[in-house]
């Protein structure tokens, strides 16, 4: 159980344009749900939580207006990277939680990788 | 602001011989959780052992344990009889009750050689 998947694993677009990523928790139901980046050798940085229903939370120096971030459901939130750069590209990774380990873990998606050309 | 540091960047071990992996944090807080996940080269994030600050027994989960020692602020995570499917990516994290943010080492990664 406690399954989160990530669509789509990996994606190219081209520069100016936006990509969607979307996070599911296939077997629970997600009260929260939470992205984080991941660069090349890097650890994970949080970009925002957000709750179902609830406008996202983002991180200190995460621009909220070029990473849209939708809760619309216990089981799908969605990343938007609007109007994509080069310094978008990185990994993206989407974790959720409320499933059977207690309120507080997490689990994680696969995660996707953005190209920007 | 809560902090995790991993002072290896890189560890080896030999297959069936034991490695232990290093963390230390800084917080001010007295309640919260210590989590070591592995993230193989697929990338997934995969949960290898919690500890909750409030229990002073270290955790175990078969090959994993963990030496918590609370007033150090350290949290080691011993690998035995390791396996070629051990070698990845170890991050050490901290979760806070009041933020509820998980904060991330920097990572060691662990190489486990036949």
């Known amino acids: 159980g406690a399954v989160v998947s990530q669509h789509p694993s990996w994606v190219i677009c081209k520069s100016g344009t936006s990509v969607k990523i979307e996070c599911r928790s296939l077997d629970f139901q997600a009260t929260t749900m939470f992205w984080y980046r991941q660069f090349p050798k890097q650890s994970l940085m949080l970009m925002a939580t957000s709750n179902e229903g609830s406008k996202a939370t983002y991180e200190q120096g995460v621009e909220k207006d070029k990473f849209l971030i939708n809760h619309a459901s216990l089981t799908l939130s969605t990343l938007t990277v609007t109007s994509a750069h080069p310094e978008d590209s990185s990994f993206y990774i989407c974790?959720?939680?409320?499933?059977?380990?207690?309120?507080?873990?997490?689990?994680f998606g696969p995660g996707t990788r953005l190209t920007v050309t | 602001a809560q902090t995790v540091t991993q002072s290896q960047p890189e560890m080896s071990v030999q297959e069936a011989e034991t490695v232990t992996l290093s963390c230390t944090y800084d917080t001010s807080e007295s309640d919260y959780y210590l989590f070591w996940y592995k993230q193989p080269p697929s990338r997934q994030m995969i949960l290898v052992i919690r500890q909750e600050a409030y229990k002073q027994q270290n955790a175990t989960e078969n090959r994993f344990s963990v030496n918590f020692q609370k007033a150090a602020k350290s949290f080691s995570l011993k690998i035995s009889d390791s396996q070629l499917g051990d070698a990845a990516m170890y991050f050490c994290a901290y979760l806070s009750y009041n933020t509820d943010k998980l904060i991330f080492g920097t990572g060691t990664r662990l190489q486990v050689f036949p």
């Open positions: 974790s959720a939680r409320g499933g059977q380990g207690g309120s507080y873990e997490q689990y």
